[in-house]
């Protein structure tokens, strides 16, 4: 991964001990400030790359927040209710989103490293 990693829209797989969980990558603008506004949970993780902080308003559930350094380590973890606004963390360059509890069941905390493995672009 490294500082050199350009992320795209796309999927892929959080990689985990013991574990490999769907993520969602949003890179692009849009897709950063849609986010999970409109859904009734999601099935595995998103990350918004680039993005040090984020808000619940307008979410329809809570979810778990995993501040990211440039080496996907967390640098924070906190649990957000909808209707809140998270504090930027000046270290963080990605956010990685779940739904309330994901992480813990997922054995992620402060100090986890993560690895994120991306799928092919669809052909044509």
């Known amino acids: 991964m490294g500082n050199a990693r350009r992320w795209r829209n796309g999927t892929g797989l959080l990689v985990l001990p013991g574990a490999s969980v769907p993520?969602?990558?949003a890179a692009s603008y849009g897709t950063r400030r849609r986010g999970l506004l409109g859904r009734d949970g999601i099935a595995g993780a998103l990350l918004l790359s680039p993005c040090?902080?984020?808000h619940t308003f307008r979410m329809r559930f809570a979810i778990d927040v995993a501040y990211l350094d440039r080496e996907?380590?967390?640098?924070?973890?906190?649990?957000?209710a909808p209707g809140r606004l998270g504090l930027p963390r000046p270290r963080a360059r990605h956010v990685l989103e779940a739904e309330a509890g994901a992480m813990a069941r997922w054995g992620v905390r402060p100090g986890t490293r993560l690895?994120?493995?991306?799928?092919?672009p669809p052909a044509g």
């Open 23 to 25: 993520v969602e990558i």
């Open 115 to 120: 690895a994120i493995t991306v799928d092919p």
């Open 52 to 54: 040090n902080s984020v």
């Open 72 to 80: 996907l380590r967390v640098l924070d973890l906190v649990t957000m």
